[in-house]
């Protein structure tokens, strides 16, 4: 099983709740973004070009619980930035295990391991692992160096301490499917418990503008990847969005399934656009005029989109939407290795990339900075 029993059953029952009372739009995860400071200048990142102002602030652990219990989500994802940068982390953590959420805490692992002692292993918990595939691909799509074996140092350490940890991996173009299917094989073989992959977004902020995927090869790149799975293999993605990577189903996107929450307020319409921020939970559903986002809209933003925040939420909605959903999502868990002839054509006659030369780009400095704000506020927390 890809995620705990009462995990999935949890799931379940609020989506069935949520149908019963004839919801039409129910957001599924908490996207909680306490910062967006890092330890990492990622070339694909859209978050850590702020000023330096707003790399220094973040969200209290009060204003973390509010927006969990506006939106009631019964799970939370925090991402950022590095969640291990904030100082009070441990106690938001704490405080949304006791609200009996399941939390998935993104983390590059660069301060995993140092920083474990500061958590509890629990069932609500697992540390979501930053990996974007095998050692030189990560580095490359980090621009760091030695990124993979300290990230994977943190997956080992957390795994040996009883932690759920699975892993996140964003593909960008010039990935190699036969490459992240190796990647896939040593994820499984570090304990991790399961794996969600998607491809990137295009931010418009982001310095690499050339590495992103369009549609047309998001498919084909997941055709070749998740065809002929492995039995070993654990994904904790819905089967319908999966399917929907590999071009196999279509969906429509369902922006509000995963709302954001950060410094600014409320995302107005998800994670990956910023078309101003609301002051509540209820002012986001009420103030965005959802029509007008999604592939269908023609929102030109929305063209190439594939990404897990929009799409994630489709797969569940379309599993709990109908009988035929439920049992499309039955047989997919339980019986489809996705056995695929041309999809191995596809991965026998790929060629690898070459993705040109790792760039650092101004992590020194900005992992200075990170950790001199971090050093600065711990003073002041009396850590
Ligand atoms: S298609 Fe992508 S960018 Fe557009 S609203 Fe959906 S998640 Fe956001």
Same mark, same amino acid.
């Not at 609500?124 to 540390?127: I, P």
């Not at 002929?228 to 039995?231: A, F, G, L, T």
């Given at each position: 099983m890809a995620v705990p029993v009462s995990q999935a059953w949890t799931v379940a029952t609020y989506v069935l709740k949520q149908k019963l009372m004839g919801k039409k739009r129910y957001p599924l995860v908490l996207m909680l973004e306490?910062?967006?400071?890092?330890?990492l200048a990622c070339a694909?990142?859209?978050?850590?070009?702020?000023p330096a102002h707003i790399l220094k602030a973040e969200l209290s652990p009060e204003d973390c619980f509010k927006a969990v219990e506006e939106c009631g989500t019964p799970m939370v994802a925090i991402p950022g930035?590095?969640?291990?940068?904030?100082?009070?982390m441990p106690e938001i953590v704490a405080g949304l295990v006791a609200r009996k959420k399941y939390v998935?805490?993104? *983390?590059?692992?660069?301060l995993l391991k140092e920083k474990l002692h500061l958590f509890k292993p629990s069932k &609500? /918990?697992?540390?979501s692992v930053h990996v974007d595939g095998e050692r030189e691909h990560h580095d490359f799509g980090v621009c760091r160096e030695g990124g993979y074996d300290i990230a994977m140092e943190g997956v080992h350490a957390a795994v040996a301490a009883g932690f759920r940890v699975t892993t996140n991996t964003t593909l960008f173009d010039g990935a190699d499917p036969n490459s992240v299917r190796r990647h896939f094989d040593q994820l499984m073989e570090a304990g991790v418990e399961s794996m969600m992959v998607s491809p990137g977004y295009t931010y418009?902020?982001?310095?690499?503008?050339?590495h992103f995927l369009g549609r047309a090869r998001s498919k084909k790149l997941f055709r070749a990847l998740l065809s002929?799975?492995?039995?070993t293999w654990r994904f904790n993605a819905s089967p319908m969005f999966m399917e929907f990577l590999m071009g196999k189903k279509e969906l429509t996107c *369902?922006?509000?399934?995963?709302p954001t929450y950060s410094i600014f307020g409320?995302?107005?319409?998800? &994670? /990956?656009?910023?078309?101003g921020y609301a002051d509540s939970f209820a002012e986001l559903m009420q103030s965005?005029?959802?029509?007008?986002?999604?592939?269908?809209?023609?929102?030109p933003r929305c063209a190439n989109c594939m990404v897990h925040s929009g799409y994630e939420a489709s797969g569940v909605n379309y599993t709990f939407g109908s009988v035929k959903g439920l049992l499309q999502t039955a047989k997919a868990i339980?019986?489809?290795?996705?056995?695929?002839d041309g999809a191995n054509k596809i991965l026998n006659d790929w060629r690898p990339t070459n993705h040109g030369q790792l760039v650092q780009i101004g992590s020194p400095i900005l992992s200075a900075e990170a950790e001199r704000v971090n050093h600065a506020e711990s003073l002041v927390a009396g850590d």
């Open positions: 306490p910062l967006f400071r890092c330890n694909g990142c859209g978050k850590i070009q702020y930035g590095e969640p291990l940068l904030h100082p009070r998935y805490m993104c *983390t590059n692992a660069l &609500y /918990l697992s540390f418009d902020k982001a310095p690499d503008q050339k002929n799975r492995k039995k *369902t922006p509000w399934g995963m409320w995302q107005k319409p998800c &994670y /990956l656009l910023q078309d965005v005029e959802w029509a007008n986002y999604g592939t269908e809209s023609g929102n339980f019986f489809n290795t996705y056995k695929d």
